[in-house]
């Protein structure tokens, strides 16, 4: 796999997938919503962990610098 999340997207999608956590941990968001949450923000984690997004790859989208 080649890689296509840069630094920044990678700490974005980080900090997204610890406040829906928090959010939903502490109950301000709860029921199928919050679940459906919680699940997008653990994807968006193990996204940014393997530097890897499969959706990225079908848009064509690459937020790696590019390399000289």
Do not use: E, Q, W
Request: a positive charge; proline letters at 3%; charged letters at 10%.
């Amino acid at each position: 796999m080649k890689k296509n999340i840069g630094t920044i997207d990678r700490i974005i999608r980080v900090l997204l997938a610890v406040v829906v956590s928090v959010l939903f941990f502490t109950n301000v968001i709860s029921g199928t919503v919050g679940i459906v949450l919680l699940a997008v923000g653990g994807v968006l984690l193990a996204t940014s962990f393997i530097n890897f997004c499969p959706l990225y790859s079908i848009l064509g989208i690459n937020t790696c610098p590019l390399k000289k």
